[in-house]
């Protein structure tokens, strides 16, 4: 079967500066969420079935791990897949480990499967669902809208962290494995 060889990715974030992010209003929070105003706190990549979850580093070690990892799954020949992908993930994961000076692993976008886009056949705007509202409508249990990331990492509760990640993670396969049964994945742009 086409894509079998697949790997989903999915990055957790944090504003760099806390109280600059407590100190603004809830709609200009949502906006601090980019590379130049917040951090990768926990990046995963699930594969087969099994999570690899980096965290608990700083960033500029998750990010060396992370790369590390992307290259040995590219290496068979893996697509990339995620939900948001071209727009948030790999966009913040490259300009972050531009900031810290680490190497990424080349790749071509034609190998990124990026659910939001397939679903919605390429439709831009803010109509084309969250992976939350994709997990509500197959019926899978949520940790909530991201919103509560920001805290976790104020707390310091990484086995949170992990675990809103894994489920963000899980939801994104089942949501892959769906498209991909029902030949959403052989829509193309080009």
């Known amino acids: 079967m086409p894509f079998d060889n697949y790997f989903v990715i999915d990055v957790e974030t944090c504003p760099v500066d ?35 979850i980096f965290s608990g580093h700083g960033e500029k070690k998750l990010l060396e791990d992370f790369w ?15 939900f948001n992908l071209l727009s948030f993930d790999i966009p913040f994961l490259v300009t972050r480990s531009f900031i810290h000076k680490v190497p990424v692993a080349p790749f071509s976008l034609k190998s990124v499967i990026d659910l939001r886009d397939r679903i919605s056949a390429y439709r831009y705007g803010n109509t084309r669902g969250t992976l939350k509202e994709f ?21 310091g509760n990484t086995d949170s962290l992990v675990k809103y990640l894994k489920n963000d993670l899980l939801i994104t396969d089942e949501i892959f494995k769906r498209a991909r049964d029902l030949n959403i994945l052989g829509i193309e742009k080009w």
Request: proline letters at 3%; one cysteine or more; charged letters at 30%.
């Open 135 to 155: 997990a509500a409508l197959m019926g899978m249990e949520t940790m909530g809208d991201g919103g509560q990331v920001a805290e976790l990492c104020r707390t």
């Open 68 to 82: 590390a990892e992307w290259r040995k799954a590219r290496e068979t020949g893996a697509f990339i897949v995620g």
């Open 18 to 52: 806390m109280q600059k992010h407590d100190s603004l209003p809830e709609e200009e929070r949502k906006q601090l969420i980019n590379p130049i105003d917040s951090k990768a706190v926990a990046i995963g990549i699930r594969r087969n079935g099994s999570d690899i």
